[in-house]
């Protein structure tokens, strides 16, 4: 079990730093926004296998991709691999015991969880990531930033923000798929059979939805714009986790409910249980007085036989 979560854990941070410069990409004058899917893998590890798990994943390649993607910020790409190491270590403790006995909600927990993140971002954003810069050029770069806008730089807040935000949901979304819990070794819950079709029907939906606004622009608008790349891309995002987010609300309203439907089968069982077994005889009775049902004591007290 434990060299299994070690290799899934290595396999995981190897793919996202390969991934890393993938993902959906939108520009906004100087603030430019994309979300690298590649960090859903290292999330994942981290939430559903712990804090140490979250440091295997995370120099596996998890959080040193910013080596790869922004090799020219020098010594500001070693300050964000060990944020991004924080924070999947953060991470790690939203299924940690005592943080669930504090906080039984997983959404409170990782909400928590976010706030904390996102302050470290800020910290690191506005001040800490210049004074980085400054330090360069390093050893294995001679020719990385030492300044950059400050534009720029909150669109790196904003960003990562946004990408651990939008990741955190869909995360917390697979995590809830029989197929994602049986490869992590999750025990899998009856109530989550029907989690994938609930899942894959929203995102289907989704696909749709946004497939219908795009013919529309595209009837409406003649003339491309890089703007109007931008709108879209943005309607994507925007129609894709608002699926996710219908999905997740499905799932656990589904899930609350069959756990209803489950306490109060084992609560009827209980009652039928003590009501056969109970050494005193038992009758009910309806409400225009006729017998409806007894127990075995009553049977034997009165000489009869269950028909």
């Not at 559903?48 to 020219?72: E, H, M, R």
């Not at 691999?81 to 790690?92: A, E, H």
């Not at 289907?204 to 946004?210: D, E, Q």
Request: proline fraction near 3%.
């Amino acid at each position: 079990m434990k060299n299994y979560k070690v290799l899934l854990s290595v396999l995981a941070g190897i793919i996202s730093f390969f991934l890393s410069p993938y993902g959906l990409i939108s520009e906004w004058g100087n603030i430019s926004i994309d979300i690298p899917w590649a960090i859903i893998f290292p999330v994942i590890i981290s939430i559903a296998f712990g804090w140490k798990y979250a440091i295997v994943v995370s120099i596996s390649g998890g959080a040193i991709y910013p080596f790869y993607l922004w090799f020219d910020n020098g010594y500001a790409c070693l300050l964000t691999s060990i944020i991004y190491t924080i924070t999947y270590v953060l991470l790690g403790f939203v299924n940690y015991k005592s943080f669930k006995s504090l906080l039984k909600s997983f959404y409170l927990r990782l909400a928590v969880v976010f706030l904390v993140i996102s302050s470290i971002f800020y910290i690191q954003y506005y001040f800490l990531f210049e004074y980085a810069l400054s330090l360069n050029p390093p050893f294995w770069n001679k020719e990385a930033y030492d300044f950059m806008n400050i534009d720029i730089i909150h669109s790196f807040f904003i960003k990562d923000s946004l990408n651990y935000l939008l990741i955190f949901l869909l995360v917390a979304t697979l995590l809830k798929l029989p197929a994602v819990q049986k490869l992590l070794l999750i025990e899998t819950l009856k109530k989550s059979k029907d989690n994938t079709i609930i899942f894959f029907g929203t995102i289907l939906a989704g696909i749709i939805i946004w497939v219908f606004f795009y013919l529309l622009t595209d009837n409406l608008i003649p003339q491309k714009t890089t703007e109007h790349s931008n709108y879209l891309t943005m309607a994507f995002y925007v129609i894709t986790y608002s699926n996710i987010l219908v999905a997740r609300v499905i799932m656990e309203f589904r899930e609350r409910n069959k756990q209803s439907l489950i306490a109060i089968a084992e609560s009827e069982e209980t009652f039928r249980k003590l009501f056969e077994e109970s050494s005193d005889a038992i009758l009910l009775i309806n409400s225009e007085g006729l017998f409806v049902e007894c127990n075995q004591a009553a049977l034997n007290l009165l000489k009869m036989k269950r028909e």
